[in-house]
């Protein structure tokens, strides 16, 4: 999308403001929140669930602002003011501060939303995906700026469950689901420009950098995709579960869970690093160790 299209398309520019209007609808879908399948939850009752439906709502919204206003938006502005580990074209400059617009209207979107329907997030610690890169990034001898661009990369080249689930949930709010689908919207023009810096950042390293940066992609695609477990914990014994409980039905959960969700919400992350020739020598060992590939 060239800068021109940007303000023909951009849903900051000619989209519409989601709208309560109804009070029919759920809150999230609860495919989403797997702990809900557990008897000793749904012994809980209706109004348990409830209000974990809420809570995970909450936290999609607050992961929501924090990715957009604090990473993705933060690389943006690293590549528009040319602070980016490589240096990109003054196209890729001046679309970085039309996304980076972008960005900053999906997370005021989020924000109205939670005012829309009464709700807050201003209780929650920070998402568990931030801890996690940060974490990574303090265990990284690369800097901040490169670490927060590969993240970038994979979380705006992969679809997520969250993404392709609610919105087409037929029992969601429609507030929710239009919410939803003008992210969507937005998000398919922000995978090109990502899938375009991912070869951009591959051309400009040398091969022992790609030796060393490609295998840091499978950390962040984890960091970004494993569910927050403590937050689980939190919302159970909220919801009425003895802590002891609480853990107890989270294990049980991530026991069942499979990697299939992953792999498949990371396959158009690998077709970019593929397409980048970036899949190949350690970088694709990685993955293969990570289980996002076979071998
Ligand atoms: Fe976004
Ligand atoms: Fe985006």
């Known amino acids: 999308m060239s800068s021109r299209d940007w303000f023909d398309v951009a849903r ?22 797997p702990v809900l399948a557990d008897p ?10 409830e209000q974990l ?20 938006g933060r690389t943006l502005l690293d590549l528009a003011h040319q602070r980016a580990p490589t240096p990109v074209s003054d196209q890729a400059r001046r679309e970085a501060f039309s996304l980076h617009c972008d960005e900053s209207w999906h997370a005021v979107l989020a924000v109205d939303l939670l005012d829309q329907l009464g709700l807050h997030c201003d209780d929650l610690g920070p998402p568990a995906f931030l801890t996690r890169l940060n974490r990574l990034t303090l265990a990284s001898a690369d800097p901040a700026s490169l670490m927060y661009l590969l993240f970038s990369i994979a979380s705006e080249t992969l679809i997520s469950n969250s993404l392709r689930i609610l919105s087409a949930d037929p029992f969601l709010k429609p507030v929710i689901r239009e919410f939803v689908e003008e992210h969507a919207r937005d998000e398919a023009h922000h995978s090109a420009y990502f899938r375009t810096r ?26 970004y995709l494993e569910p927050d477990t403590e937050a689980w914990v939190a919302d159970l014994v909220r919801a009425g ?8 039905v989270v294990t049980d959960t991530l026991a069942c869970s499979s990697t299939g969700a992953f792999r498949s919400a990371a396959r158009p992350t690998l077709t970019a690093l593929e397409s980048a020739n970036a899949l190949r020598g350690p970088t ?12």
Do not use: M, N
């Open 12 to 33: 900051v520019r000619v989209g519409r403001r989601p709208v309560h209007r109804t009070p029919e609808g759920r809150l999230f879908s609860p495919s989403l929140l």
């Open 40 to 49: 000793r939850v749904q012994a809980l009752g209706h109004e348990a669930e």
């Open 53 to 72: 439906l809420g809570d995970a709502l909450r936290r999609y919204l607050h992961f929501t602002i924090v990715l957009e206003t604090e990473v993705v």
């Open 198 to 223: 991912s070869a951009d950042l591959w051309q400009a390293l040398d091969p022992c950098d790609r030796d060393r940066i490609g295998p840091i992609w499978p950390s962040l695609i984890h960091a």
């Open 241 to 248: 579960l003895a802590s002891t409980d609480a853990h107890s």
């Open 284 to 295: 694709r060992e990685a993955f293969v160790k990570a289980d996002l590939l076979d071998a």
